[in-house]
């Protein structure tokens, strides 16, 4: 079988977001947007009759944890926390406090959005949405009686069931996603093996509603169970490849059969709260697509670890799977249809 190490750190190197290109300029968005509410916040509490609240931001979502990639469709985000040090109790409706936020942004660009999770601010080129960032809005933990810090959740129009406060800890989820693998180079396998799955989740499937699976629900998945693998444990070179198949099989033998929906469905948990199913939102017919294109995804990577050509392999993962960042060698370059293509130690990429 052809050894394709080299070849998915190569396409780990493509799709991974740029600390010193798409990260910096989604840092300079987001401080710009701190400093507009820091400006603003003031003053629209206050047209309000009210005092506005301490508070701090916090860096969460694929950013914090470093999992980030390139969308296809050129549509960078950034997450941020906002957190007021207040109680959940003083302000009952949890969406005035996003209204509150939204008005201060309100002109920042062309849209600002308030979404049920959180407020959002695209930026746009060309009238092509290019980067955009969500605001998370939290009632701080050190202000309620639990400790618990809780998620501002509901529109502007929503009914007031669906206008609510949320126990919510991403930051707990980075430590347990940081913590999973005590060895640098686990770690780093951990966080290309996520990319991939992202990758391959932005190729399959369709960006809008509920058909594709969420980002965070494969990083869960892979929390739950990822397993790092090595073509030589003795020099630490690690197998991509093998370490990517093994959790998609783990992930299709997970699904199990929901007297609910009388179906087979996966099901993956928050490890912290709120705890929920991360998969609960796709109908019966989307979760079935899914699972066969976990099948589909499972039958390519065996197809590829299986073929002795690594042209031929990589090209298999190319159009299947990943799409045209996944580097498919030139035959020349392959004179050897097996051998010692891994070439990653301790120095690994992350």
């Known amino acids: 079988m052809a050894?394709?190490?080299?070849?998915?750190?190569?396409?780990?190197?493509?799709?991974?977001?740029?600390?010193?290109n798409e990260e910096k300029t989604l840092i300079e968005k987001r401080d710009i947007i701190r400093t507009k509410l820091n400006d603003r916040l003031p003053g629209i509490f206050e047209k309000y009759g009210e005092k506005c609240p301490k508070y701090y931001f916090r860096d969460q979502g694929s950013y914090e944890l470093g999992t980030g990639i390139k969308p296809l469709n050129g549509d960078f985000d950034i997450d941020q926390g906002?957190?007021?040090?207040?109680?959940?109790?003083?302000?009952?409706?949890?969406?005035?406090?996003?209204?509150?936020?939204?008005?201060?942004?309100?002109?920042?660009?062309?849209?600002?959005?308030?979404?049920?999770?959180?407020?959002?601010?695209?930026?746009?080129?060309?009238?092509?949405?290019?980067?955009?960032?969500?605001?998370?809005?939290?009632?701080?933990?050190?202000?309620?009686?639990?400790?618990?810090?809780?998620?501002a959740i509901g529109r502007e129009n929503?009914?007031?069931?669906?206008?609510?406060?949320?126990?919510?800890?991403?930051?707990?989820?980075?430590?347990?996603?940081?913590?999973?693998?005590?060895?640098?180079?686990?770690?780093?396998?951990?966080?290309?093996?996520?990319?991939?799955?992202?990758?391959?989740?932005?190729?399959?499937?369709?960006s809008e509603g509920y058909q594709a699976p969420r980002g965070i629900a494969l990083t869960v998945a892979a929390y739950n169970w990822f397993q790092p693998h090595c073509s030589d444990p003795i020099s630490q070179k690690y197998n991509d490849l093998e370490a990517l198949k093994s959790l998609v099989e783990s992930?299709?033998?997970?699904?199990?059969?929901?007297?609910t929906s009388a179906a087979e469905r996966l099901k993956v948990h928050l490890p912290v709260a709120p705890g929920n199913d991360l998969f609960e939102k796709m109908t019966?017919?989307?979760?079935?697509?899914?699972?066969?294109?976990?099948?589909?995804?499972s039958e390519a990577l065996l197809a590829a670890k299986n073929d002795v050509d690594p042209v031929t392999a990589c090209e298999k993962l190319s159009k299947k799977v990943f799409g045209n960042d996944f580097p498919v060698p030139e035959k020349s370059q392959t004179a050897q249809r097996s051998g010692s293509a891994g070439i990653i130690g301790t120095h690994e990429s992350a």
């Open 284 to 297: 019966t017919k989307q979760m079935k697509a899914f699972g066969e294109c976990l099948m589909a995804f």
């Open 251 to 259: 992930m299709l033998a997970n699904f199990q059969y929901d007297y």
């Open 158 to 206: 929503s009914d007031s069931s669906q206008r609510l406060w949320i126990e919510s800890n991403p930051r707990l989820l980075a430590d347990l996603l940081e913590r999973k693998f005590a060895q640098t180079n686990e770690r780093h396998q951990f966080r290309r093996i996520i990319r991939y799955l992202k990758r391959w989740k932005d190729f399959n499937f369709a």
């Open 3 to 20: 050894d394709l190490q080299k070849y998915f750190e190569k396409f780990n190197a493509s799709i991974r977001l740029g600390r010193f």
């Open 82 to 151: 906002l957190y007021f040090e207040i109680s959940k109790d003083d302000y009952v409706d949890p969406v005035v406090l996003k209204s509150r936020v939204y008005e201060a942004l309100s002109g920042h660009t062309k849209e600002v959005r308030v979404r049920r999770p959180c407020v959002t601010v695209f930026y746009q080129q060309n009238s092509e949405k290019i980067y955009h960032v969500d605001i998370a809005i939290y009632s701080a933990g050190s202000q309620n009686a639990s400790g618990l810090d809780y998620l």
